[in-house]
């Protein structure tokens, strides 16, 4: 009596993959779930995502089935997709992200927009300063993109630094000046015609309430701030007057119900003028953006 022949093992093709991740994601709790898993076939994959659409037939080798199957299992677990793919985008750039920084947002890329359109979008400022730089991504945009001469950047954490060098190397901007330390420390003695910051804002119970990509896996030193989120943010404005060049800019990027209390606080330090709230592309109020005088 012969043995029964074994049956042929299935052949995964593109178009099945996505399909049965996107529920197992969704099924896990993830927003968008074919989205993500789109982004993580084609990082293995080594294509575009939407290059994908044009290979749905395409069968996946076991070889690819096994570099795919850790990361949806990590991306299962609520670790962030851009922590799993190793990048986040911002703006023209592409930078090294992982659990030693915050993501790079949307949010903060048009915080950019906002100060060039205020102070003229021809403006290059002589030096500039980027409060908590974490991945280096304000720091390298100002200095990838001509807004600045001169770019220091300073984290109190040397992770973050860490990586933010490595980004700046990866973007052919190694003159950014890294310095660790708390707030204005790092820069006592210097002067600045534009200081740009997007601290820790989040309260307690802000961060506790978070989604798990964030309140899980994301830098706590990096989100959340004493005093109702305000306690980095008082810091900060209570050394601009001391280190902002006359005629200079400052601009931060906050929660959006903290965004008066922000403009207050600024407009009672000496030697600032011209405080304004200004909305992000969802017009939320979320930019807090300050002129000293003179100059």
């Not at 993830?30 to 993580?40: K, W």
């Not at 995502?49 to 990590?74: I, S």
């Not at 730089?133 to 040397?158: F, K, P, Q, W």
């Not at 707030?183 to 307690?204: C, I, K, Q, R, S």
Request: hydrophobic fraction near 40%.
């Amino acid at each position: 009596m012969s043995t029964p022949a074994a049956a042929p093992p299935r052949t995964w093709r593109v178009l099945d993959i996505i399909r049965v991740s996107a529920l197992y994601l969704e099924e896990r709790g993830v927003d968008n779930g074919r989205l993500n898993a789109e982004y993580l076939l084609a990082h293995v994959l080594r294509m575009d995502r939407l290059h994908l659409y044009l290979h749905f037939d395409r069968p996946l080798t076991g070889g690819e089935l096994e570099r795919y199957r850790p990361l949806l299992r990590r991306r299962g677990a609520r670790e962030p997709l851009q922590y799993v793919l190793g990048s986040a985008p911002f703006r023209d750039l592409e930078l090294e992200v992982g659990p030693a920084v915050a993501i790079p947002r949307p949010e903060t890329e048009y915080l950019l927009d906002m100060l060039r359109s205020m102070a003229g979008p021809d403006r290059v400022f002589d030096a500039a300063l980027d409060l908590g730089t974490g991945s280096g991504c304000i720091a390298i945009a100002l200095a990838a993109e001509g807004i600045a001469r001169a770019v220091v950047a300073t984290d109190i954490s040397a992770d973050a630094l860490r990586v933010a060098r490595r980004n700046a190397r990866r973007c052919g901007r190694t003159e950014i000046d890294f310095r660790a330390g708390t707030l204005l420390e790092p820069v006592a003695g210097m002067t600045f015609d534009l200081v740009l910051a997007n601290p820790p804002y989040l309260a307690d119970e802000e961060w506790r309430s978070a989604k798990p990509e964030v309140r899980e896996w994301e830098p706590s030193t990096a989100m959340v701030a004493p005093d109702g989120g305000l306690g980095v943010i008082r810091g900060v404005i209570a050394g601009l007057g001391g280190i902002l060049r006359p005629g200079g800019w400052a601009g931060m990027e906050v929660g959006s119900s903290q965004t008066e209390v922000v403009a207050g606080l600024l407009r009672e330090c000496a030697g600032l003028c011209e405080v304004g709230v200004h909305e992000d592309l969802g017009r939320r109020p979320r930019y807090v953006i300050a002129r000293a005088q003179g100059g």
